[in-house]
């Protein structure tokens, strides 16, 4: 922030007012962590209220006419303003249009439909019952139509670009159909290739458990705290979902245990430690204001996946792990040598859930979903078809026949939280994540080295100074510009595939 924004009485107005925005958001954060983690089951209603009040105070607190005015008399004056706060600016009248574009009531029904849908959902998950939430999904999709439309005629985008830019400014569905188009063909024929060499290669040795979820818990901790995790200002608890909540000041990681398989834990938890250290990372000097917010989902999943694709399946860091997953486990050291978990951890094989994914099959998995996700906001959908839409997706992309809803439409929580649109920043994030490695390791080359050693601190300082601290000082184009010379190439994910899959 520069001194001259002080002359600009309007903007320092802004600047309050955004704060206390941002505030609320984190209160709704935390609630947020507290309804997957803690609040009992009984509580949802309750809950639901919350989260529907708060965003009723947020959405009162953005739409305000005094906001507007200052937004005007700021923009009038916007020359005495500092490049960042012009940004800053800029940012805050996107927030608004978006805000206002949506009535006060449309914003409490969707919040109260996103709570009870996700409650349902929990159970509905477990028991592999679509047809139990099924009338709440349909809610919540009206709603999502209706909030899509609205900020379509707002924004002048398409209804689903109109979502899709809420959670990655600047994306466009016919951005990620030129580059889902391609990716898909040449994963058509990557994969065949890399299941052929797997076949003529060892097979792996599975880990034998099972495996006691206090020493995963232990572990996990210890591996966090490695990628750069003060537990101090963090927490690591268990949900149904694994995410990273919380506020940059106040970090909730949660993963989920399995006796069977300690890996599902382990990659999880270092995946959401990627989002917990650029939430940790963004410019303190911009806490509270729309600069200091991450450059969006697709720069948000790039960092979850460069710690745990793209550094801690790497041989240099297994290589490290190794030794000290047997330490924990104990048994036959055979199945934790190197080899053997990159044979294991890296192995590619069509699969059912999504977050089990190989890097290879994954972005086959986001296809699916944005296509359906399109449809159903397009209205080209009916929610009751949805799950035979999914098993047909399947079968088409990658061979599958899906036994039941649990492993397939109901496996993920998005939907059913009223996140539509989301998706597609998974695969645009890992094809970042591959780019931003690149030049990590081509700027810092003792990365690999410092990753044998079991450090992650050399990549974390890399993505602190050229991603973290810029937080939405640019779009997500224009940041891996600046980091690493070029926009997005899907060239490099393509080549990075290869190289570890056929190399």
């Excluded at 890296?346 to 996700?373: K, N, Q, S």
């Amino acid at each position: 922030m520069t001194e001259v924004c002080y002359a600009v009485p309007a903007y320092e107005a802004l600047r309050g007012r955004f704060a206390r925005i941002a505030a609320l958001e984190e209160v709704a954060a935390i609630l947020h962590w507290d309804t997957s983690v803690t609040m009992p089951p009984g509580s949802a209603a309750a809950r639901g209220e919350q989260m529907a009040t708060l965003a009723g105070l947020t959405h009162q607190l953005i739409t305000a006419p005094e906001l507007a005015g200052h937004l005007e008399d700021a923009e009038e004056r916007a020359e005495m303003l500092g490049a960042d706060d012009r940004r800053n600016l800029a940012l805050m009248r996107r927030k608004q249009l978006r805000a206002t574009a949506l009535p006060a009531g449309l914003v409490e029904a969707a919040a109260r439909a996103n709570s009870a849908c996700e409650a349902a959902w929990r159970t509905a998950r477990r028991e592999s019952d679509f047809a139990s939430v099924s009338p709440l999904l349909a809610e919540v999709v009206r709603l999502a139509r209706e909030q899509a439309q609205a900020l379509a005629a707002a924004t002048g985008l398409a209804p689903y670009d109109a979502l899709m830019d809420g959670f990655q400014p600047g994306l466009s569905d016919a951005r990620v159909a030129e580059i889902f188009g391609p990716l898909e063909v040449a994963l058509r024929d990557l994969l065949p290739r890399v299941l052929e060499r797997q076949v003529a290669a060892p097979a792996p040795i599975p880990l034998a458990g099972p495996f006691p979820v206090e020493a995963q818990r232990t572990l996990c901790r210890m591996l966090a705290e490695r990628a750069g995790i003060d537990f101090a200002t963090a927490r690591l608890d268990e949900s149904t979902h694994p995410f990273c909540g919380g506020t940059p000041t106040d970090t909730r990681i949660t993963t989920r245990y399995r006796t069977d398989d300690a890996a599902q834990a382990i990659l999880g938890v270092l995946h959401e430690c990627g989002h917990a250290l650029y939430e940790r990372n963004l410019p303190r000097e911009w806490a509270r204001q729309p600069l200091g917010e991450a450059a969006g989902m697709a720069a948000h999943e790039s960092q979850s996946l460069i710690v745990e694709m793209q550094a801690c399946r790497s041989d240099a860091f297994l290589s490290w792990l190794g030794p000290r997953l047997h330490a924990a486990f104990g048994g036959d050291p055979a199945p934790y040598a190197p080899a053997n978990l990159a044979r294991l951890w890296r192995r590619v094989a069509p699969g059912f859930i999504r977050v089990e994914a190989d890097e290879v099959t994954y972005p086959a998995h986001i296809i699916l979903r944005w296509r359906l996700e399109r449809a159903l906001i397009a209205g080209d959908l009916a929610v009751p078809d949805l799950p035979g839409a999914w098993n047909a997706g399947m079968k088409a992309l990658l061979g599958l026949d899906v036994p039941d809803d649990a492993r397939g439409c109901l496996q993920d929580i998005h939907w059913y939280d009223g996140a539509f649109g989301y998706f597609p920043s998974y695969t645009l994030g890992a094809m970042a994540a591959a780019q931003l490695f690149a030049a990590a390791v081509a700027a810092v080359p003792e990365i690999p080295a410092r990753l044998a050693a079991g450090d992650l601190a050399a990549l974390a300082a890399w993505l602190q100074a050229n991603v973290h601290t810029h937080g939405s000082r640019f779009g997500f184009d224009d940041l891996l510009r600046a980091a690493t010379g070029r926009p997005l190439d899907p060239a490099v994910f393509i080549a990075h595939l290869r190289a570890r899959y056929l190399g």
